[in-house]
Nanobody, 124 residues
Framework: QVQLVESGGGLVQAGASLRLSCAAS????????MGWFRQAPRKEREFVAA????????WYEDSVKGRFTISRDNAKNTVYLQMNSLKPEDTAVYYC?????????????????WGQGTQVTVSS
């Protein structure tokens, strides 16, 4: 089992950058594929990005491609989300999630472990 704690959210202006971090407990972090999701008010939780266990493969939701980068440091038990060129529509609570499933999906139910979320607010 893994516990996840996000950090790095905040209030920024459009065009700015933020880097979210998600620290995982436990000694088996490298056995989890990791994802980032976000949830805006009155909307469903949506996929943002995912990364495989080694960090060699990544996937992105279309609206963040070219602006966001997911990465991980297995030695530090941490996954990151670098967010550049932020837009007001990126405003949401951002969650990191982990899964031991062999198939990495873009759906929330494909992830068993979740952090508590960190708020990102982008003003225009």
């Amino acid at each position: 089992q893994v516990q996840l704690v996000e950090s790095g959210g905040g209030l920024v202006q459009a065009g700015a950058s933020l880097r979210l971090s998600c620290a995982a407990s436990g000694r088996t972090f490298s056995s989890y594929a990791m994802g980032w999701f976000r949830q805006a008010p009155r909307k469903e939780r949506e996929f943002v990005a995912a990364i495989d266990r080694s960090g060699a493969s990544t996937w992105y939701e279309d609206s963040v491609k070219g602006r966001f980068t997911i990465s991980r440091d297995n030695a530090k038990n941490t996954v990151y989300l670098q967010m550049n060129s932020l837009k007001p529509e990126d405003t949401a609570v951002y969650y990191c999630a982990g899964t031991t499933n062999l198939i990495i999906t873009a759906t929330p139910r494909g992830y068993r472990y979740w952090g508590q979320g960190t708020q990102v607010t982008v003003s225009s």
